[in-house]
């Protein structure tokens, strides 16, 4: 089955820097790649997502890129500011499954310092 | 987006009972959710995708006698953990998509612990 791994595992910048989060993926069949932010004992909320016909999307400071050949995706956030201190999770679709069933990465945790 | 709903967002329970936890959706139809557990520091592991009208497919290594899944109504599904022990105390949260490869929307998670 999929397997999702990501990098790293927490990770600490000032306010302003910008963050960089990496995952890669098992199966080139997954077609739907999905990143969620969680806050401490609330739900995940999804943040951005790209599909495999896309190499890259951006939402103002949120970026995703995807490289299929390499089957790794990336979180690129820039302008860091503390309430992005959260816990990041990756996700891929794997391919046949109709209905999201995600297998998530390990998570990152980020820390914004003022 | 779609809500979804989940209760209880906190259950304390006697080692030995069985808890129930409500997963609804509140504006759309789902006929499949899905229930992940989530150990603290830990990522989202799914145990179960709940289908309605038929019985639930579980990931390997989940007990389908220990986590029962009903799913009765296309609005709503449940997970009973029976005979609970300490080592089930976990963050459990159930997701529904509004359709094929869409957005899943999650409930808000129900905090077991078992003492």
């Known amino acids: 089955g999929e397997n999702v791994e990501q990098h790293p595992s927490t990770l600490s910048v000032q306010e302003g820097d910008s963050a960089v989060i990496k995952c890669t993926y098992s199966?080139?069949?997954?077609?739907?790649f999905p990143w969620y932010k969680q806050e401490l004992g609330k739900r995940p909320q999804l943040i951005i997502d790209i599909r495999s016909n896309v190499g890259e999307k951006k939402d103002q400071r949120i970026a995703v890129t995807l490289n299929k050949t390499a089957k790794h995706f990336s979180l690129h956030i820039t302008e860091t500011q503390p309430e992005d201190s959260a816990v990041y999770f990756c996700a891929a679709i794997p391919m046949g499954t109709g209905f999201q069933k995600l297998v998530f990465g390990t998570g990152t945790r980020l820390l914004v310092s003022p | 987006g779609a809500v979804v709903s989940q209760h209880p967002s906190r259950v304390i329970c006697k080692s030995g009972t069985s808890v129930k936890i409500e997963c609804r959706s509140l504006?759309?139809?789902?006929?499949?959710m899905f229930w992940y557990r989530q150990f603290p520091k830990q990522s989202l592991m799914l145990m179960a995708t709940?289908?309605?009208?038929?019985?639930?497919?579980?990931e390997q290594g989940v007990e389908k006698d220990k986590f029962l899944i009903n799913h009765a109504s296309l609005t709503l599904s449940t997970l009973t953990v029976t005979s609970a022990h300490p080592e089930d105390s976990s963050f459990y949260i159930c997701s529904a998509p509004e359709g094929e490869n869409t957005e899943a929307f999650f409930g808000q998670g129900t905090r077991l612990t078992v003492v």
């Open positions: 709940s289908n309605e009208g038929s019985k639930a497919t579980y």
């Open positions: 199966d080139s069949a997954s077609n739907y």
């Open positions: 504006d759309f139809q789902a006929t499949t």
